[in-house]
DNA sequence: CTGCCTGCAAACTCTTTGCACGAAT
DNA sequence: ATTCGTGCAAAGAGTTTGCAGGCAG
C-alpha cells in the first residue's frame, strides 16, 4: 500500500476513534513511514522533530501504540529491553524474525503456517489468539571470524 | 531429572568454569527448583532469602545469566519489560508459550517443529541458530466476561 | 468553547555496576 | 594467600505519568 493511502488510514483510524488528527502524530507517523527499517523510539523521535520540531519524547511514546494498534506500525521486541516498529504497509500479520547476535541484523521473514499454529493452540486452551511472535537468534560464523559477512559490510 | 541431580549438575558446571560454588549461588538455585512456576527475579530473591538471609539482589542479577547457560533454567521473555524464569529439569529447549492477556497466565507448551523451522530459516541466510522463541498471545473471552475461567479461580 | 493533546521534567521499573570487604579454593 | 564473589547503594536505560497550558473539533 502506498504511504499516502497509509496516511489516509491513519487519519481514518484516528477520527473513527474520535483521536484528533495532530500535527505532532502526524509527523511521527510520516517518520516511520520515510524508512523501512526497524526504528526505536529514539529514532523515530529524531526523525519526527526533523518534520515537527515540537515533538516530545512523550507523545512518541504516547503515539506508538495508537500507530501499533491501528495495524500501521508492527511492533518488534527482540528480548532487548527495547523496542523496535516498523512500517506495515501491507497489514503483514504472519511475520517472524532472524535476529543475528553477531552483525546484530534483524531479518524479517514471512512465517505462514503461524496463522494454523496459534489457531490450534489457542482452541486448545480455549483462547482466542490476538498475536504471535516468532523468533530465531542465530550466530554468523564468517561474521564472527572475519568481522564482515554478507550481510554487513 | 530429580532436583538433586539438577543441584549436582550445577554444581559441575560451576566447576567446570572455575566459578566458586558458593552458599549463595546454591540458595539461589534452590529457591528456582522449589516451584515449578515462572519466576521474576524478584520472586527468586525473595525465595533465596528465607533460604540464605545474605542474599542480594545484586547476586540474584548476577546468578541468573550462569543458571541459565548451565541450561537448568530458561529464561522466558514474553514482552513486558520483566523476565521470568523457570526450572528447567529436562534441558528442554522446544518449548512455546501462550500468553492469556486477560487471566495472566503463561502456559509452557512443546513445539517440535521449531527444531526443523529454526535450522531450515537459518540456513538460507548463512546462520548457525542458537535459540529461538515462539509465543501466542491470546484471550480468554470467558475470563473477560465472567471474571473466571477454567485457568483462574 | 470544551476537552483532548501536548511538552516538560520528574518518577518508575527493572537491571547493571563500582567499590571495598569477605569467603572459596 | 589469592582471587573471585558478594552486598550495598548509586547509576543506568527505556518508558510512563502529573500537571499546566495549547490547539483540534
Redesign the interface.
Given at each position: 500500500m502506498s504511504i499516502e493511502a497509509c496516511r489516509e488510514k491513519f487519519k481514518s483510524f484516528l477520527a473513527d476513534r474520535s483521536l484528533r488528527v495532530t500535527g505532532q502524530r502526524m509527523a511521527i507517523f510520516d517518520a516511520a513511514f520515510s524508512e523501512d527499517a526497524h526504528n526505536t523510539a529514539e529514532d523515530l523521535l529524531d526523525r519526527a522533530r526533523s518534520i515537527d520540531e515540537s515533538v516530545s519524547r512523550a507523545t512518541v511514546y504516547r503515539t506508538l501504540p495508537i500507530m501499533t494498534e491501528s495495524g500501521l506500525l508492527r511492533e518488534v521486541?527482540i528480548?532487548r529491553?527495547l523496542k523496535f516498529y516498523v512500517a506495515n504497509h501491507d497489514n503483514q500479520t504472519q511475520q517472524?524474525q532472524?535476529v543475528?547476535?553477531d552483525c546484530d541484523r534483524i531479518?524479517e521473514?514471512s512465517a505462514p503456517f503461524m496463522e494454523w499454529?496459534?489457531n490450534t493452540?489457542?482452541s486448545n486452551?480455549?483462547?482466542?489468539?490476538?498475536?504471535?511472535?516468532?523468533?530465531?537468534?542465530?550466530?554468523?560464523?564468517?561474521f564472527r571470524e572475519t568481522g564482515r559477512?554478507?550481510?554487513r559490510n
Open positions: 521486541d528480548g529491553n517472524a532472524v543475528c547476535l531479518f521473514i499454529y496459534r493452540v489457542s486452551l480455549g483462547l482466542t489468539p490476538v498475536a504471535h511472535r516468532l523468533q530465531v537468534h542465530a550466530r554468523c560464523d564468517i559477512c554478507r550481510h
